[in-house]
DNA sequence: ACCTGAACACCGTTCAAGT
DNA sequence: ACCTGAACACCGTTCAAGT
C-alpha cells in the first residue's frame, strides 16, 4: 500500500500534469491514475475541480513571492515582486485562467507597502495602489493568456511576426499608427516592456515624467 | 421553412444566448434548438466553439468601438476609448475570458494616434502605448473576471464587503497595508478609478506627477 | 450545397459498495 | 474514515444519410 492519499498529494500531482501537458490535460481521471487511485477519492480531500485549481494557483504564487527577498530600496523592491509574479505565471501560463485573489494578498501587501514607504500621500494612496495592481496582473495574466493560445510548437518570436505581418496589411489609411509599431513588435523584449510600464507608472505617481 | 441560417444569424443567437444566461449555457444543442435546427448544422457555418467565440467578441468590441467619437482632444479621447472598452466587456463579461487580439486593432490604433497627437516622442512611444494598452485590457478583462465569478444574485458591493472584511481580518503585523485599504474598498466605483490609473500613466508620460 | 440527428469519445461529479 | 469504480448527465464534434 503506498502513501495515504491527501490534498497535498493531490495538488502535487495536479501540478505536475498542469506544468507538463496544460491545463487540457487536467482531468481527475487522468488525476485518479497517476495518484493509483479511483476518481472518487479525490472528492475526499478536494471540493471540487475549481478548488483543485485554486490550491494549485495559491502553491505557484506563494512560492514566488517567497522567493522575493525584501530589499532596501521600495522601487527595486515593487520591481522584484512585479517580476516574480510575471516570471511565475509565463513559467504556468495555466495560472492565468482562473481568478487569482486569494493568493495575491502577498502581492498587495507588498506593492501598496512599499508606495507608502516611497511618501505617496494618503489621499492618492488608494488609486497609485490600484492602478499598479492592476498593470501588474493585467500584464501577467495576459501574457500567459497569449501562451496558453499559442499553437504549440510556434515559437514566441513567429507568433509574433505573424501578428505584426497581419498590422503591417492593414488598411494604412484607417491604421498609419499599426502600420508604424508593426516593426516594434518581434524584437521587442516582454519583461523590459513590463518594467518600463511600471516605471511609467511610478513616474506617474512620483514624478520625473519620460516624455 | 425559417431563414437559412447563416453566420450572422447563429452569431446572433450566441450573444442572446451568452448575454442571458452566461457562457456556460453556450452549448451547440441550446444553440441548435434555438435556432430550430441541428447540432450539425452549425458546424457547416463556423469551425468550432472558439471561432464562435471570438465571432462574438469581434461583434461586441466593433460595435463599442464604432460609438466611441473621434472628438478634439486626445487625451478626452483616449479616455473615451478606454471607458468603451471597459464598459463593453462590463456588459459582456464573458468577453473577458477568451484573448482578445483580433478585434483589440481599433483600441490600439485609436490609442496610438492619440498618444502620437500629444506629441509623445519616438523613442518612448511604443513603450507608452503599451503600458497604457496592457493597463486598459488587463483591468476590462480582470473587471470581468470577478463579475464573471461572482456567485450569482450576490451584489457586487456585498461581494466587495466579503473580500474587505477578509482583509480586516490579515494579521496586521504581516498586512498591515491590507488592512488600512480594507476601508476603501466596497465604496470605491470602479469606473472612477479606471480612469484614475489612465490619468496616472499619462502624467507618467507627459509630466504633471499625481503625488 | 446545406441540413438532420444519432453516435462517438470524452468530461465532472455522485454514490452504493467495499475496507 | 477513507477508497473504489461503475453510473449519470452532460459536453464538443463527426458523419452517414437525407433534401
Redesign the interface.
Known sequence: MTTKLSKDRIVEAALAILDTDGSGALTFRALASRLATGSGAIYWHVADKNELLAAATDYVIGRAMSGVVGGADPREAIRAIALGLFDAIDAHPWVGA??L?SGM?LV??GI??RL?AL???DR????????LV??I???A??NA??AR?RPQGTERTDALGA?AAR?AQ?DPE?????R??AA?LPG?DDRA?FL??I?????????????
Open positions: 482562473e481568478p485573489q494578498v498587495f501587501e501598496g507597502g507608502q511618501g505617496v500621500p492618492a494612496l488608494f488609486d497609485c495602489w490600484s492602478a492592476n498593470y496582473l493585467g500584464v495574466v495576459q493568456a497569449n493560445h501578428i498590422w492593414l484607417i491604421y498609419p499608427f499599426m508604424r509599431i516594434d521587442h516592456q518600463a510600464g516605471d511609467l507608472i511610478l513616474a506617474g505617481i512620483l514624478g520625473s515624467p519620460v516624455a
